[in-house]
């Protein structure tokens, strides 16, 4: 088999877990997701005899993944639900309160649900991917005025919608 083949095969199954759980957050769906890392890996297998070489495929990947959510946000405005489980990480704690775990999920399902998908992409990237808010206007392709605006909006909303979340509640750039 090719060894570039063989490079491809390896990122795509040892990173998809991690894009999923990124897509997920992107798209409120488990089957959009699935749609939305397929689609950002098609890209990235394209292009991959440059990527390969340089390291980024991953950020290429990502990258890819969320210009593709803003397209799609502005072909259709549909109305959202979450009908799918978010993906967990493998490994993890040896003895999980299973019962807090799924209130918390169902939680954060609810109020993310409740945010529209760009404010929702906001926090994905500044939050959960921890980027910086020139970074998150660069990956989404708006100002870094609207990153701001979009956090401040999402952030407001879920401590309307959800204030049994505030344990997780971000503070001025910070997660606590």
């Known amino acids: 088999m090719d060894p570039l083949l063989n490079e491809f095969d390896l990122f795509v199954r040892t990173r998809t877990p991690a894009l999923l759980r990124s897509a997920y957050l992107l798209t409120g769906d488990q089957h ?3 749609d939305l890392v397929q689609s950002a890996l098609a890209r990235t297998h394209r292009a991959w005899n440059r990527l390969h070489e340089t390291g980024n495929a991953e950020a290429y990947t990502r990258k890819t993944m969320y210009h593709l959510q803003v397209s799609w946000w502005r072909r259709r405005r549909v109305a959202e639900s979450m009908p ?3 993906p967990e990480p493998r490994g993890g704690d040896s003895a999980p309160d299973h ?3 799924t209130t918390l999920r169902l939680a954060l399902r609810a109020a993310l649900a409740r945010l529209s998908a760009k404010q ?5 990237l500044r939050f959960f991917e921890d980027r910086t808010e020139s970074e998150a ?3 989404l392709g708006v100002t870094v005025g609207t990153v ?3 956090t401040s909006k999402a952030l407001a909303k879920l401590r309307s919608v959800a204030p049994e979340l505030a344990e997780l509640y971000v503070t001025e750039g910070t997660a606590r």
């Not at 929702?120 to 994905?124: D, F, G, S």
């Open 32 to 34: 959009l997701a699935e």
């Open 148 to 150: 701001k605006s979009q």
């Open 99 to 101: 019962a807090q775990q």
């Open 120 to 124: 929702r992409a906001v926090l994905v």
């Open 137 to 139: 206007a660069d990956l």
């Open 84 to 86: 799918g489980d978010m």
